[in-house]
């Protein structure tokens, strides 16, 4: 079969605006690559939330691996979270063949609108700038020779400081990482929207451990998580290969773009075209004929299901 043209088209658009997404802000994507997938080219719910998990596999690989390689995330935090990781992706994965499409694609809008609230009003980087600061005053405090350890800062000054990532103890990250494999299976996303800012808070890590722990995680569910939606026919192979040529270069233009132009802007910049994309996600589940110009000539979500891998 041939491939449409404008089915092509909109499937590397997209992946090049979750390329620039996932370059810009070092997360992989699923957030925004499901929304547009269902908005513009008229998926079956189900397969676009499979095929953004197969998207996911490529990028938060190579995201992780830049991190592993700077040693830039916590050994002991991701294998706790890893293996509880995997077991609710696959169990989220499959627990969305007994939910409604509708339904599903709802949860998803008030998933993305949630995130998008954060981006636009700034309360995630403004934990981030404050655990950076911390990190920066414990740096000052090890070079002066005087100070003792164990150093605990007051409420006047800022809160508890011991290192920049206290230890992964008890079971509390096993119950993060299921967590996170849950949300990541049932709506086809890394789950690092949850687990950078548990880091953050929770545990006090430094922004690049955090990310990069976060992306060890996520590359180690993003392969069960795909594996299993395709057992359950919800990956179109031809779609994802099309969105993952689309998103390399855009990895590259949303790196070049983040270190031009200031972060703030982009952040609540993209954090309000989110909250549109939600709220127009939500409205067309609500009302499907109302938007049913929008994805043209694109195939059908049975087409695209049925296509050959």
């Not at 706790?80 to 007994?98: E, W």
Request: with cysteine.
């Amino acid at each position: 079969m041939t491939l449409d043209f404008v089915f092509t088209a909109k499937a590397l658009i997209i992946g090049l605006l979750t390329g620039l997404m996932s370059g810009g802000f070092g997360v992989g994507g699923g957030i925004v690559c499901t929304p547009l997938v269902r908005i513009f080219l008229d998926v079956d719910p189900h397969v676009a939330v499979g095929t953004t998990m197969a998207l996911i596999v490529p990028t938060s690989i190579a995201g992780a691996f830049n991190y592993i390689k700077k040693s830039q995330f916590d050994k002991v935090m991701a294998a706790k979270l890893a293996p509880t990781a995997i077991l609710g992706t696959i169990a989220g994965a499959l627990a969305t063949q007994y939910i409604h499409p509708q339904l599903l694609m709802i949860l998803f809008a008030l998933l993305v609108f949630v995130a998008g609230l954060d981006l636009a009003l700034g309360i995630g980087q403004n934990l981030k700038v404050q655990r950076e600061k911390e990190a920066a005053l414990l740096r000052n405090i090890v070079s002066t020779p005087e100070v003792k350890f164990p150093v605990i800062a007051t409420k006047e000054t800022l809160p508890v400081v011991v290192s920049e990532a206290l230890p992964a103890t008890g079971i509390a990250p096993y119950f993060l990482g299921l967590a996170a494999g849950l949300f990541a299976g049932f709506f086809g996303v890394g789950g690092g929207f949850l687990l950078v800012p548990c880091l953050l808070y929770f545990y006090r890590f430094g922004v690049k451990a955090a990310f990069g722990t976060s992306l060890v995680v996520i590359a180690a569910v993003a392969i069960p998580g795909t594996v299993s939606h395709g057992a359950l026919s919800h990956v179109s192979m031809e779609l994802a290969l099309l969105m993952i040529a689309g998103s390399i270069p855009g990895s590259f233009l949303g790196s070049a773009l983040a270190l031009k132009l200031k972060d703030s802007w982009l952040r609540r910049g993209f954090g309000i075209v989110m909250l549109i994309m939600s709220i127009t996600m939500a409205v067309r589940e609500f009302s499907p004929m109302a938007f049913s110009q929008v994805s043209g000539n694109a195939p059908k979500a049975e087409d695209s299901a049925k296509r050959p891998n």
